[in-house]
């Protein structure tokens, strides 16, 4: 049996704001969660991201270990996150420079319809600034 969960993803502080419901398996780990939100929400994937529950971080660590950053992505999948949080809503933080924050709202966890292909957009709202605009100018 194959879980799928329902996630709910605004893009905060944006008027209009840009909302997207998508369904993604629940054991996708989160770097492959990433590049799902990207398409979903219209972004170019040209810069760094971070998954913040909390106090912890996942996204890309620094390759030569100087500086203390997120846990890698790659290690941690999305069923896994749930588990050890126990949270419902996580902070998905892209481009640290425009500082574009997206809250995810785990809505619901079930099991996949036979013959439905994940992930999957079912419904968009909004569209995302322009990568690259001074996104703290915005607001």
Known sequence: MTL???LRIILNDV??????HIEV?????LDRLHEVIQAAMGWTD???????????GW??????GFYDGPMDAKKMTLEKLLDQTATRTIQYVYDFGDDWDHSIRIER???ATQ?????RLLKAAGACPPE??????LR
């Open 109 to 111: 966890v079930g099991e």
């Open 46 to 56: 040209t810069h760094l991201y971070e998954f913040r529950v909390g106090d912890a």
């Open 115 to 119: 013959g439905v292909t994940y992930p």
């Open 25 to 29: 398996p629940l054991k996708i780990r």
């Open 132 to 137: 690259d605009v001074g996104g703290g100018l």
């Open 4 to 6: 799928i969960a329902r």
């Open 15 to 20: 008027e209009p704001m840009p909302m997207r």
């Open 59 to 64: 996204g890309m660590p620094d390759p030569d």
